[in-house]
Protein backbone atom coordinates (compact mmCIF):
# COMPACT_ATOMS: atom_id res chain seq x y z
CA UNK A 1 0.00 0.00 0.00
CA UNK A 2 1.45 3.62 -0.43
CA UNK A 3 1.34 6.04 2.20
CA UNK A 4 -2.58 6.86 1.65
CA UNK A 5 -4.96 5.42 4.02
CA UNK A 6 -6.99 2.94 1.38
CA UNK A 7 -6.69 2.03 -1.87
CA UNK A 8 -8.88 5.15 -3.20
CA UNK A 9 -7.33 7.93 -0.90
CA UNK A 10 -4.36 6.37 -3.08
CA UNK A 11 -5.83 7.48 -6.79
CA UNK A 12 -7.42 10.35 -5.14
CA UNK A 13 -3.78 11.75 -4.06
CA UNK A 14 -0.64 11.96 -5.03
CA UNK A 15 -0.36 8.67 -6.47
CA UNK A 16 -3.12 9.06 -8.60
CA UNK A 17 -2.00 12.61 -9.49
CA UNK A 18 1.34 10.68 -10.76
CA UNK A 19 -0.66 7.51 -12.62
CA UNK A 20 -2.54 10.96 -14.45
CA UNK A 21 0.98 12.57 -15.23
CA UNK A 22 2.49 9.46 -17.30
CA UNK A 23 -0.56 9.11 -19.39
CA UNK A 24 -0.50 10.72 -22.55
CA UNK A 25 -2.83 11.50 -24.47
CA UNK A 26 -0.54 11.41 -28.04
CA UNK A 27 -2.19 11.11 -31.35
CA UNK A 28 -0.61 7.37 -31.90
CA UNK A 29 -2.77 6.21 -27.98
CA UNK A 30 -5.70 7.61 -29.18
CA UNK A 31 -6.02 6.05 -32.55
CA UNK A 32 -4.93 2.81 -31.29
CA UNK A 33 -7.69 3.00 -28.56
CA UNK A 34 -10.28 3.99 -30.82
CA UNK A 35 -9.32 0.96 -32.94
CA UNK A 36 -10.02 -1.69 -30.17
CA UNK A 37 -13.16 0.12 -29.48
CA UNK A 38 -13.97 0.32 -32.93
CA UNK A 39 -13.75 -3.32 -33.14
CA UNK A 40 -15.78 -3.94 -29.88
CA UNK A 41 -18.23 -1.88 -30.86
CA UNK A 42 -18.92 -3.36 -34.10
CA UNK A 43 -20.44 -6.57 -32.32
CA UNK A 44 -23.36 -4.48 -31.76
CA UNK A 45 -23.83 -2.16 -34.79
CA UNK A 46 -27.45 -2.97 -35.32
CA UNK A 47 -28.63 -1.54 -32.06
CA UNK A 48 -25.74 0.98 -31.20
CA UNK A 49 -25.47 2.61 -27.60
CA UNK A 50 -26.69 6.31 -27.58
CA UNK A 51 -24.74 6.63 -24.21
CA UNK A 52 -21.58 5.53 -22.75
CA UNK A 53 -20.32 5.94 -19.30
CA UNK A 54 -16.95 4.73 -17.97
CA UNK A 55 -16.14 4.23 -14.11
CA UNK A 56 -12.72 5.77 -14.33
CA UNK A 57 -11.69 7.87 -17.13
CA UNK A 58 -8.21 9.65 -15.71
CA UNK A 59 -7.57 11.80 -18.05
CA UNK A 60 -9.76 10.66 -20.82
CA UNK A 61 -8.09 9.00 -23.76
CA UNK A 62 -10.97 5.89 -24.31
CA UNK A 63 -13.16 9.03 -24.09
CA UNK A 64 -11.11 10.94 -26.47
CA UNK A 65 -11.17 8.02 -28.72
CA UNK A 66 -15.06 7.08 -28.56
CA UNK A 67 -15.54 10.94 -29.69
CA UNK A 68 -14.12 10.36 -33.19
CA UNK A 69 -16.14 6.28 -33.82
CA UNK A 70 -19.73 7.20 -31.93
CA UNK A 71 -22.23 9.95 -31.94
CA UNK A 72 -22.75 8.03 -28.42
CA UNK A 73 -23.64 10.75 -25.52
CA UNK A 74 -20.44 10.10 -23.25
CA UNK A 75 -20.15 10.54 -19.41
CA UNK A 76 -17.65 9.49 -17.04
CA UNK A 77 -16.73 8.91 -13.42
CA UNK A 78 -12.87 9.92 -11.92
CA UNK A 79 -12.16 10.31 -8.32
CA UNK A 80 -9.08 11.72 -9.16
CA UNK A 81 -9.05 15.86 -9.18
CA UNK A 82 -6.18 16.34 -11.22
CA UNK A 83 -7.46 14.14 -13.83
CA UNK A 84 -11.30 15.78 -14.11
CA UNK A 85 -9.69 19.28 -14.34
CA UNK A 86 -7.79 18.01 -17.52
CA UNK A 87 -10.96 16.22 -18.89
CA UNK A 88 -12.77 19.65 -18.21
CA UNK A 89 -10.05 21.65 -19.72
CA UNK A 90 -9.31 19.51 -22.63
CA UNK A 91 -12.95 19.65 -23.44
CA UNK A 92 -13.33 16.57 -23.28
CA UNK A 93 -16.39 16.24 -21.28
CA UNK A 94 -18.36 19.10 -20.29
CA UNK A 95 -18.69 19.50 -16.47
CA UNK A 96 -21.88 18.21 -16.16
CA UNK A 97 -21.24 15.01 -17.49
CA UNK A 98 -18.38 14.27 -15.33
CA UNK A 99 -18.74 13.00 -11.78
CA UNK A 100 -16.24 12.70 -9.04
CA UNK A 101 -17.38 9.69 -7.65
CA UNK A 102 -16.05 5.42 -7.29
CA UNK A 103 -17.15 2.09 -9.17
CA UNK A 104 -18.75 1.45 -5.92
CA UNK A 105 -20.82 4.66 -5.60
CA UNK A 106 -22.10 5.62 -8.81
CA UNK A 107 -24.37 9.06 -9.04
CA UNK A 108 -26.71 7.77 -11.19
CA UNK A 109 -30.24 6.90 -11.62
CA UNK A 110 -31.16 2.77 -12.58
CA UNK A 111 -30.74 1.89 -16.12
CA UNK A 112 -29.67 5.59 -16.55
CA UNK A 113 -26.84 5.11 -19.13
CA UNK A 114 -27.05 2.58 -22.63
CA UNK A 115 -23.31 1.45 -22.06
CA UNK A 116 -21.29 1.12 -19.07
CA UNK A 117 -17.07 0.22 -19.14
CA UNK A 118 -14.42 0.29 -16.95
CA UNK A 119 -10.74 -0.26 -19.22
CA UNK A 120 -7.86 -0.91 -16.25
CA UNK A 121 -10.19 -0.18 -13.67
CA UNK A 122 -11.55 -3.09 -11.64
CA UNK A 123 -8.09 -4.27 -11.57
CA UNK A 124 -7.66 -1.70 -9.10
CA UNK A 125 -10.50 -2.15 -7.15
CA UNK A 126 -9.75 -4.26 -3.63
CA UNK A 127 -11.14 -7.93 -4.04
CA UNK A 128 -13.98 -7.25 -0.70
CA UNK A 129 -15.66 -4.06 -2.56
CA UNK A 130 -15.28 -5.76 -6.63
CA UNK A 131 -18.98 -7.24 -6.11
CA UNK A 132 -20.17 -3.61 -4.81
CA UNK A 133 -18.64 -2.07 -8.19
CA UNK A 134 -20.40 -4.91 -10.19
CA UNK A 135 -23.56 -4.33 -8.27
CA UNK A 136 -23.02 -0.08 -8.84
CA UNK A 137 -21.94 0.01 -12.61
CA UNK A 138 -25.15 -3.39 -13.16
CA UNK A 139 -27.40 -0.93 -11.70
CA UNK A 140 -27.06 2.20 -13.81
CA UNK A 141 -26.54 0.37 -17.14
CA UNK A 142 -29.87 -0.19 -19.50
CA UNK A 143 -28.19 -2.29 -22.24
CA UNK A 144 -24.18 -2.94 -22.38
CA UNK A 145 -21.62 -4.16 -19.94
CA UNK A 146 -18.12 -3.83 -21.25
CA UNK A 147 -15.14 -4.49 -19.22
CA UNK A 148 -11.42 -4.28 -20.80
CA UNK A 149 -8.93 -5.86 -17.88
CA UNK A 150 -5.97 -7.95 -17.34
CA UNK A 151 -7.15 -11.48 -16.91
CA UNK A 152 -5.94 -14.39 -14.87
CA UNK A 153 -7.54 -17.51 -14.17
CA UNK A 154 -6.89 -17.77 -10.60
CA UNK A 155 -7.68 -14.46 -8.63
CA UNK A 156 -4.12 -12.56 -8.23
CA UNK A 157 -2.27 -10.12 -6.05
CA UNK A 158 0.24 -8.32 -8.33
CA UNK A 159 2.84 -5.47 -6.85
CA UNK A 160 1.91 -2.10 -8.75
CA UNK A 161 5.11 0.15 -8.26
CA UNK A 162 6.32 -1.26 -4.92
CA UNK A 163 3.17 -1.47 -3.44
CA UNK A 164 0.40 -3.77 -2.25
CA UNK A 165 -3.16 -3.72 -2.58
CA UNK A 166 -2.99 -1.58 -5.54
CA UNK A 167 -3.25 -4.52 -8.84
CA UNK A 168 -5.45 -7.58 -8.93
CA UNK A 169 -6.07 -10.03 -11.81
CA UNK A 170 -8.80 -12.93 -11.61
CA UNK A 171 -11.50 -13.30 -14.43
CA UNK A 172 -13.44 -10.11 -14.94
CA UNK A 173 -15.94 -11.68 -17.23
CA UNK A 174 -16.38 -14.81 -15.29
CA UNK A 175 -17.57 -12.76 -12.51
CA UNK A 176 -20.19 -10.97 -13.89
CA UNK A 177 -21.57 -14.63 -15.44
CA UNK A 178 -21.25 -15.29 -11.47
CA UNK A 179 -23.12 -12.39 -10.28
CA UNK A 180 -25.57 -11.88 -13.20
CA UNK A 181 -25.72 -15.34 -15.07
CA UNK A 182 -29.03 -13.37 -16.83
CA UNK A 183 -26.91 -10.92 -18.31
CA UNK A 184 -26.09 -12.18 -22.05
CA UNK A 185 -22.65 -12.72 -23.41
CA UNK A 186 -22.26 -10.56 -27.17
CA UNK A 187 -18.62 -11.01 -27.37
CA UNK A 188 -14.48 -10.95 -26.15
CA UNK A 189 -11.87 -10.96 -27.20
CA UNK A 190 -8.11 -9.75 -26.44
CA UNK A 191 -5.82 -7.10 -27.15
CA UNK A 192 -2.27 -8.20 -27.63
CA UNK A 193 0.17 -5.14 -26.70
CA UNK A 194 2.42 -6.43 -30.54
CA UNK A 195 -0.25 -5.21 -32.62
CA UNK A 196 -3.09 -2.99 -31.04
CA UNK A 197 -0.41 -1.12 -29.06
CA UNK A 198 -2.31 -1.64 -26.39
CA UNK A 199 -1.49 -3.48 -22.89
CA UNK A 200 -2.13 -7.23 -22.59
CA UNK A 201 -5.83 -7.37 -21.96
CA UNK A 202 -9.15 -9.22 -22.18
CA UNK A 203 -12.29 -7.51 -22.79
CA UNK A 204 -15.51 -8.94 -22.33
CA UNK A 205 -19.13 -7.18 -24.05
CA UNK A 206 -22.29 -8.21 -22.28
CA UNK A 207 -25.83 -7.69 -22.87
CA UNK A 208 -28.13 -6.26 -19.91
CA UNK A 209 -31.47 -7.97 -20.62
Known amino acids: MTDDNTP???????????????N????????????AFAEI???VKDSPPTSILEVGANI?????????????ELFAVEPNASAREQLVADKVLPQ????????????LDDGAVDLV???GVLIHVPPEDLEAAYGEIHRVVARYVLSIEYFSSTPVEIPYRGH??????????????DLYPALEPVSNGFFWKRTAGL?????????KP
Not at 8 to 22: C, L, T
Not at 24 to 35: D, F, P
Not at 167 to 173: E, V
Open 117 to 119: FTS
Open 41 to 43: LSH
Open 60 to 72: GINLRALAGITDA
Open 8 to 22: IDAWKGKFGDDYAAR
Open 199 to 207: DDVNWWLFR
Open 164 to 177: EGLLFKRDFGGMWL
Open 96 to 107: DHLFDAVATKLP
Open 24 to 35: CATGEAVGNVAR
